[in-house]
């Protein structure tokens, strides 16, 4: 769906759903998931209807996904670290998980 | 990571993009105790977003971002060398009356005290609510640009642009110049070309280089081939993901397959911290848009608060400069750095500036007006992205008697999902205001609740800066109180 122009510096990896993806470092875990070609961030509550990104700007939230355990994160405003895990979030997300 | 987390400051901008980088500067040079707040990791907004890292390489991608995107730098070094202070990756999720200030940064959260507030939080885009528009693979056009500047990433399966606005075409240049598989432009402008001439002619001589400007921008567009439809009613087509889109074209449907759809129908003021503080907010009939209400220093009707740049309605990166700095002249005179006069006096060549742009705004605004986010919506379109409510479910309220926007919220929960209403409020509006046929004016808007950014209960907890007499959850603000929502 997307290449990178710049693929000299993806220098870190983080894991979706178990999934090794090398990244740049401190770009945001929104950015690398799609540059990887991850088209389903999440389900909706009520439809269960895949979303992906719409506004990268943390405006739209259909970017929502657990990270390092933690559920409802805006994977467009969260800056990538090595190592972290990633998770799709299925409705309202996995709370009480750590 | 453990940040230091201000107790006070005497002016807390909000934002890092033209205006708040713009009045931060000025601020500190006026001898004010100033910190920007932004949620981005470096300076720049959206618009010169990453711009210290991408404009000094003079790579492929700066070629591609273009020349106006690079001279952000300037703005961005004066700030830097300015004597403001700087918290980054800082999302604010309170404003205040009182003037206190909710962050969270690296996990922690904390009340800072600020004297005078200035929100510089721009604008995001207009949401365009067509028939399967929440489908995986429809995104704004902004929101690639984002990606552009961010990280370098483009599109390399077909992509299709839908809508109308400057934006709109300069992201297509920059798909075009980055060999991204451009298929086609759908403008959904009522704008005949012939008119846009028309309206265009006044501007010249003194705006030359911008019109010329987008006529290059068409002209790239014409020399690489790239179809430009006029185009209305659009559908997009797909199971699980978009695969089409569909419109109406010179009287008859045409089907465009793609990967990847980009809507956009211009900008709109990001104004949930304003909504939140119940500052009084007018309907921009031009713009089709809500927009806080300031005074010509961009002062609204909370006593510490001023809102700079297109948060206070929209006016371009340019004048967001102009904005930025008249914020930081009132500010520095009501914390007693300078006198009326020499505010006045240094706010006039800013004044000036910006009714040179007025010009240029009121023709962008009368060209580009937002075509199919303003038609009435399909019934089975949803309005609402995070609650899936459909244009037609709130009609059936509409018809059963509903005539306000929080019975639509209690009943449908429409606009009370994840985004809190970002996405759906203006298109929620207009559904009232047709079902009752009366206008955006009456039926008003919604306010957002503080949080205005997500926050962990945990964080909330162990809130920093807190005194025992701190309810940051439940402070009310002032305002207009006749405002129902």
């Given at each position: 769906m997307f290449r990178r122009l710049q693929p000299d510096d993806s220098s870190a990896t983080i894991y979706f759903d178990g999934r090794a993806i090398r990244c740049r470092p401190g770009e945001s875990v929104a950015a690398a998931l799609l540059a990887a070609g991850v088209d389903r961030f999440r389900t909706t509550p009520v439809g269960g209807a895949g979303r992906m990104p719409y506004c990268m700007i943390g405006v739209c939230f259909d970017c929502l996904v657990e990270i390092d355990g933690q559920a409802d994160?805006?994977?467009?405003?969260?800056?990538?670290?090595?190592?972290?895990?990633?998770?799709?979030?299925?409705?309202?997300?996995?709370?009480?998980?750590? | 990571?453990?940040?230091?987390?201000?107790?006070?400051?005497?002016?807390?901008?909000?934002?890092?993009?033209?205006?708040?980088?713009?009045?931060?500067?000025?601020?500190?040079?006026?001898?004010?105790?100033?910190?920007?707040?932004?949620?981005?990791?470096?300076?720049?907004?959206?618009?010169?977003?990453?711009?210290?890292?991408?404009?000094?390489?003079?790579?492929?991608?700066?070629?591609?971002?273009?020349?106006?995107?690079?001279?952000?730098?300037?703005?961005?070094?004066?700030?830097?060398?300015?004597?403001?202070?700087?918290?980054?990756?800082?999302?604010?999720?309170?404003?205040?009356?009182?003037?206190k200030v909710g962050v969270s940064r690296g996990g922690r959260a904390y009340l800072t005290r600020a004297q005078r507030v200035v929100l510089a939080?721009?604008?995001?885009?207009?949401?365009?609510?067509?028939?399967?528009?929440?489908?995986?693979?429809?995104?704004?056009?902004?929101?690639?640009?984002?990606?552009?500047?961010?990280?370098?990433?483009?599109?390399?399966?077909?992509?299709?642009?839908?809508?109308?606005?400057p934006l709109l075409y300069l992201v297509a240049v920059q798909l075009v110049r980055a060999n991204a598989p451009l298929v086609a432009v759908v403008d959904t402008s009522a704008a005949t070309l012939a008119g846009t001439v028309r309206a265009a002619l006044p501007l010249l001589p003194a705006f030359a280089g911008d019109l010329a400007k987008g006529?290059?921008?068409?002209?790239?567009?014409?020399?690489?081939?790239?179809?430009?439809h006029k185009g209305s009613r659009l559908v997009v087509e797909g199971t699980g993901r978009v695969e089409a889109v569909t419109f109406d074209s010179?009287?008859?449907?045409?089907?465009?397959?793609?990967?990847?759809l980009l809507l956009h129908e211009g900008v709109i003021p990001n104004n949930q911290v304003t909504t939140s503080l119940r500052c009084k907010?007018?309907?921009?009939?031009?713009?089709?848009?809500?927009?806080?209400?300031?005074?010509?220093?961009?002062?609204?009707s909370s006593a510490r608060v001023a809102v700079a740049g297109d948060g206070a309605g929209i006016g371009g990166a340019r004048a967001a400069v102009h904005r930025g700095r008249l914020a930081a002249l009132d500010a520095a005179f009501r914390l007693g750095r300078i006198g009326r006069d020499e505010r006045d006096a240094r706010a006039r060549p800013e004044r000036t500036a910006l009714a040179r742009e007025a010009r240029l705004r009121a023709f962008l605004d009368r060209v580009y007006r937002p075509a199919e986010a303003v038609r009435p919506l399909d019934d089975d379109t949803l309005a609402c992205r995070c609650e899936e409510v459909?244009?037609?479910?709130?009609?059936?309220?509409?018809?059963?008697?509903?005539?306000?926007?929080?019975?639509?919220?209690?009943?449908?929960?429409?606009?009370?999902?994840q985004c809190q209403g970002r996405m759906c409020a203006g298109t929620v509006g207009?559904?009232?205001?047709?079902?009752?046929?009366?206008?955006?004016?009456?039926?008003?808007?919604?306010?957002?609740?503080?949080?205005?950014?997500?926050?962990?209960?945990?964080?909330?907890?162990?809130l920093g800066h807190a005194d025992r007499n701190d309810k940051p959850v439940l402070e009310v603000a002032d305002g207009d109180p006749s405002q129902r929502i």
């Open positions: 994160r805006q994977a467009c405003l969260v800056p990538v670290a090595d190592g972290m895990t990633v998770r799709s979030q299925d409705g309202t997300g996995r709370f009480g998980i750590q | 990571m453990t940040h230091l987390q201000r107790e006070s400051c005497e002016l807390a901008i909000v934002g890092g993009g033209p205006a708040g980088l713009a009045a931060a500067t000025l601020a500190a040079e006026l001898g004010v105790e100033t910190v920007l707040f932004d949620e981005q990791s470096a300076p720049g907004g959206q618009v010169y977003r990453n711009v210290e890292a991408n404009a000094p390489r003079h790579d492929a991608l700066a070629a591609i971002l273009g020349g106006d995107y690079a001279g952000g730098l300037a703005l961005v070094r004066a700030f830097r060398a300015s004597g403001a202070a700087y918290e980054p990756e800082s999302a604010v999720w309170q404003v205040a009356a009182s003037g939080t721009g604008a995001m885009e207009r949401p365009v609510p067509v028939p399967g528009w929440t489908l995986p693979g429809v995104m704004g056009a902004g929101a690639v640009q984002t990606l552009m500047k961010a990280s370098g990433i483009v599109p390399d399966r077909p992509v299709v642009l839908a809508g109308c606005g006529l290059s921008w068409i002209a790239t567009l014409k020399a690489r081939r790239i179809p430009i010179g009287g008859r449907r045409v089907r465009i397959a793609t990967s990847l907010h007018v309907w921009n009939v031009a713009q089709a848009a809500w927009r806080p209400e300031t005074d010509p220093f961009g002062a609204t459909s244009a037609g479910e709130l009609r059936g309220l509409i018809a059963e008697g509903f005539t306000d926007l929080n019975q639509l919220k209690s009943f449908s929960r429409c606009g009370m999902g207009r559904i009232l205001a047709e079902g009752l046929a009366t206008d955006m004016a009456a039926v008003g808007h919604y306010r957002l609740r503080i949080p205005v950014k997500p926050l962990p209960l945990a964080e909330l907890a162990e």
